[in-house]
């Protein structure tokens, strides 16, 4: 399956470009859990290698959509209030307990963890939850989402074109792909576990 979505993505973005990583980076910022790994590396490989599109546009495509989707969560958060968020979130595989976990954090860490949280696993996704609950100041939370978005779809671009130089990707070869993908999940789910997991279990 996860083959199968790159051929499909590589042939998507000839047409869809910046748009189509755009729409997908606001996707996987939302509540669709569409990891941005699949999303970003593989268009910063086409970028290299074929001169379509370029790794700073790739970046400006990812971070806008990116926050366009974390702002969606924060103004529904925001407008509709805790008590339908944690009643309705089930729902949309946000489940009361990671919830109620990311509204700790954000609590704890303002700003700065939403920053964090742009580069964290599940934590990502959710954060824009309770910054909308708090109510936090929507500038701020822009300011440091798009700073947060524009430092990891960097990091996935540098990923993608260090995966893709034996033309992994465009030739259909995912075990060379897959390798720096498990890598960085596993950098992050340390990160993860030392920096939220931890911080949750003992609060």
């Known amino acids: 399956m996860l083959k199968m979505f790159i051929d499909w993505y590589l042939g998507a973005l000839d047409a869809g470009g910046y748009w189509l990583v755009g729409l997908l980076m606001a996707v996987e910022s939302s509540i669709v859990p569409l990891p941005s790994e699949l999303i970003v590396p593989p268009a910063a490989h086409l970028a290299v290698t074929t001169g379509r599109m370029t790794l700073t546009g790739i970046v400006v495509a990812g971070t806008l959509g990116s926050w366009i989707g ?3 969560m924060y103004w529904l958060a925001r407008l509709l209030g805790r008590p339908l968020v944690l009643r309705f979130g089930r729902y949309l595989l946000m489940t009361p307990d990671k919830i109620e976990a990311a509204e700790r954090w954000s609590a704890s860490f303002g700003p700065y963890g939403v920053f964090a949280a742009r580069l964290l696993p599940v934590i990502r996704h959710l954060i824009g939850l309770p910054a ?13 989402t798009l700073l947060g978005a524009a430092v990891w779809t960097a990091v996935l671009c540098a990923v993608g074109v260090a995966a893709g130089h034996d033309e992994a990707l465009l030739a259909g070869d995912m075990h ?3 390798l720096w993908l498990v890598g960085v999940l596993a950098a992050l789910g340390a990160l993860y576990w030392l920096l939220v997991h931890r911080y949750m ?3």
Do not use: C, E
């Open 70 to 72: 974390a702002s969606v």
């Open 132 to 144: 909308g609950v708090v109510r936090m100041h929507y500038g701020w939370y822009s300011l440091v």
């Open 176 to 178: 060379r792909v897959t």
């Open 201 to 203: 279990r003992r609060n």
